[in-house]
């Protein structure tokens, strides 16, 4: 594949206002060099041919956020390398959300949770599957972390409801759920997604805008389930950029963009506070 890339580090554009200090970024990823970092055969997605720790670190700069969560992508497979290097020299600032394969064993979670990370990602479009929900719980229970799961298909969520609220581990929803803006509030995932937060079963990353949207930006048909997102659990309620946005449509939104959605889904100071800086220190315990 050829593509430009150019516009995932290019902009010098920032937010028309200022976030609060010590917002947390809770969904990046970053892709190192190759061949130092090689991708799994036959990826899902070409990444970008560099999008190493100094272009994370200008974007964290140019927005002003101080803290983030790197997500392992999964053109790298159950290989982290690319993360944990990346998590080392950025420093204390950053966690980690590991790809872990089925079998992995106590001492491989250890030394991941000495390198900061802070939970385990089940990609069931391609990576690891559902399937293994249960017992992926149970190898990571006495760590603390919990499941980040991004679903194929919104309608998944359904499906796996009454799983995740058996699990004894914590959940966190990618991306409202991968609901599309047009399936409305009554869509039965998104029912789903606001009953396993509101029971605070789950967590939710209010992110994913600009490939949520059926509309242009400024992607205003988004706002009503952020919004009731927003409204049923504050508290478990979280943010991310999905920079370097591998995943969205062309043209690539400008991540100041992105960054001006939360005034209008969270207009109250406080609660996007509490969204941006409270809620992602307890779950990834930079308090700690």
Known sequence: MSEDHSPWVASAKIPSFRLPEMVCDCHAHVFGPRPRYPLIAAPKYEPPPESWTDAYEKLHARLGIARGILVQPSVYGFDNACMLDAMKAVGDRVRGVAVVPPDVDEAALARLDAAGVRGVRINSGHGLSLDGLEALAARIRPFGWHIQIFVAEASELVAIEARLRALAVETVIDHMGRVPADRGLDDPAFRALVGLIGDRVSWVKISWAETLSVARAPFADVDPMARALVAAAPDRVIWGTDWPHTSAPRPLPDDADLV?????????????????????????????
Do not use: K, M, Q, T
């Open 260 to 288: 001006e959605l939360l005034a209008r889904w969270v207009p109250d100071d406080s609660l996007r506070h509490r969204i941006l800086v409270d809620n992602p220190a307890r779950l990834y315990g930079f308090d700690e």
